[in-house]
């Protein structure tokens, strides 16, 4: 197999015209261009270079062979480019997810300020509701970095970003908007707008409501925290809702909770050492989770 080195060799004196200049093009002393010419011919098996009393000019095989000796520099060249853009985090790829009620207060920011700074990055971004389904993607190596509440499943490493209030949305005319707060014990036998089983928040909420010893009564169920928030002010039922989730002109009743209910948000990291990842990482623990007090 010819090195890049021998078919570089053999392009520069072609363009040169002599094995002296294109010596020194290459910083080569004459030997050791020679030697990669004659190694170049010894492996395709015939000259590739007809001596003249003046210079070189290629022979029909190396005619032949010249476009694709430069096509094959030329991809090594863009390997090198490609290669080192990528570890300077000037161009690439990010794998985001994100829980669905956390993608426009805490990603959209990043995301514009990314749009403009750096053009040459590709970020794909999927919204789940399961913390543990973004860390099967970030263990499986489908996700570079998920956004949202922990997994017991993720072992890989993890950064911690803050935490986000859960508070309570109240239907209108109900007797808990007079509450400055609702505690757990006024939810009780209250009916609840709740969770689907895909969606994480009804196993935590379940699990906080029963170390409380409070079993809530769901109405209705739903997938999304967003509607879960909009079907409580429409009057089905009390709806436990990250902030995250709450539209910035959302005119229900909110009240939080009594003592004050958070969740942890952490960003799950699946390539550590990848540049951009880390870049996206320090933009996220600089911004922090908005509205909420820093872990």
């Known amino acids: 197999m010819p090195t890049l080195r021998a078919l570089e060799c053999f392009v520069a004196v072609v363009d040169c015209g002599s094995v002296t200049a294109a010596s020194v093009r290459l910083h080569l002393s004459q ?8 190694a170049l011919e010894s492996e395709i098996g015939t000259p590739l270079l007809e001596r003249l009393p003046r210079g ?6 190396g005619l032949a062979i010249l476009a694709d000796a430069e096509a094959a520099l030329a991809s090594a060249d863009r ?18 997810a994100c ?6 207060p805490v990603l959209a920011p990043i995301l514009r300020t990314w749009a403009r700074k750096y053009r040459d990055v590709d970020i794909e971004l999927t919204e789940h509701s399961s913390a543990d ?28 970003l803050g935490t986000e209030d859960i508070v309570a949305v109240i239907p209108e005319g109900l007797d808990l908007t007079d509450e400055t707060a609702v505690s757990w014990t006024e939810l009780r036998e209250r009916s609840m707008v709740h969770y689907h089983p895909s969606n994480g928040l009804r196993v935590w909420i379940d699990a906080e409501a029963s170390a409380r ?6 109405s209705t169920r739903t ?71 820093p872990l």
Do not use: C, W, Y
């Open 223 to 293: 997938r999304s925290a967003s509607t879960a928030a909009q079907l409580a002010r429409a009057g089905l039922g009390i709806a436990l809702v990250p902030v995250t989730a709450l539209p910035s002109r959302f005119d229900g009743v909110v009240k939080p909770m009594r003592p004050p209910l958070r969740r942890t948000v952490v960003a799950m990291i699946g390539s550590p050492s990848d540049p951009l990842v880390q870049r996206f990482v320090a933009d996220l623990l600089r911004r922090g989770i908005p509205g909420n007090r």
């Open 133 to 160: 389904a973004m860390a099967d993607g970030v263990a499986h190596g489908d996700i570079d970095l998920a956004v949202g509440p922990p997994s017991n499943r993720f072992t890989g490493r993890v950064a911690e």
């Open 99 to 104: 829980v669905e009620s956390m993608t426009v």
């Open 56 to 61: 070189v000019r290629p022979t029909p095989t």
């Open 31 to 38: 030997p050791a261009l020679s030697h990669q010419l004659a």
């Open 213 to 218: 010893d409070v079993a809530l009564t769901p």
């Open 79 to 96: 390997v090198v480019r490609t290669g080192r853009a990528l570890s300077d985090g000037s161009h690439g790829r990010v794998r985001l």
